[in-house]
């Protein structure tokens, strides 16, 4: 199967010593190659220029052919918008950690799929590299544990259903380019290891340059050929 195991053991150290940083949360900071340059920043204060942290966004699909979506708390920017999940990579992690942390805090979920970097840019006007992350998990929205301050409800929706909430205003408007990897191919060769070839030419051509971007070792699916 295309699965890389983490224990929830593993994903609780990641939190417990990310919110030591986050009371104050605090970023590595990078320059605009995403050199890491031994510095870090408090949010809330005012970034230097020519420096960036780095940002996650988190989707999970299903064998339904759907995508998981998360509503905004009322008190959070984009009030009651909906979105995946996400936020900043804290001090000390890389971005697919950030991503592992951050699934877990909003919605409760331990990944057992693998995930796929499917897209890295640069935001000058915010000062950091924003990276998407898809995971492949067969979950019920009752067995989530939403977080409160940060999030009120979720719910699985079809691709068509996605796109009507993007006209009707319900999701964030700069999320639309989902839609360009939420369609079925993509989602079947993530939960099918018989597509095994088709994910692999796919990682070649598109993937590599993001997970390398995200600090992820291509390498680490080796165990795919």
Not at 92 to 99: I, K, L, P, Q, V
Request: hydrophobic fraction near 35%; aromatic fraction near 10%; charge should be negative.
């Amino acid at each position: 199967m295309l699965k890389v195991t983490f224990s929830s053991v593993i994903i609780n150290i990641l939190i417990i010593h990310a919110t030591e940083r986050s009371i104050m949360e605090i970023w590595d900071l990078y320059d605009e190659n995403r050199n890491k340059i031994n510095r870090t920043h408090t949010r809330g204060i005012p970034m230097e220029k020519n420096t960036y942290h780095l940002v996650v966004n988190i989707f999970i699909t299903n064998e339904k052919g759907e995508l998981l979506i998360s509503q905004r708390h009322p008190q959070k920017t984009f009030p009651l918008q909906w979105e995946g999940c996400g936020g900043s990579v804290v001090s000390g992690e890389d971005s697919y950690t950030g991503a592992l942390r951050e699934l877990k805090e909003e919605l409760g979920v331990v990944p057992k799929s693998m995930g796929i970097c499917v897209r890295t840019y640069l935001n000058n006007n915010k000062n950091h590299f924003n990276d998407t992350w898809f995971f492949h998990e067969n979950l019920s929205v009752e067995d989530l544990r939403l977080q409160e301050t940060e999030v009120i409800d979720a719910c699985w929706v079809t691709r068509d259903e996605l796109i009507n909430m993007f006209n009707e205003g319900k999701m964030i408007k700069h999320l639309d380019y989902v839609l360009e990897y939420f369609y079925e191919d993509f989602i079947f060769c993530q939960a099918k290891e018989h597509h095994i070839p088709y994910l692999l030419d796919l990682r070649e051509r598109t993937m590599n340059p993001h997970m390398q971007k995200a600090g992820m070792p291509t390498d680490k699916f080796s165990n795919l050929q």
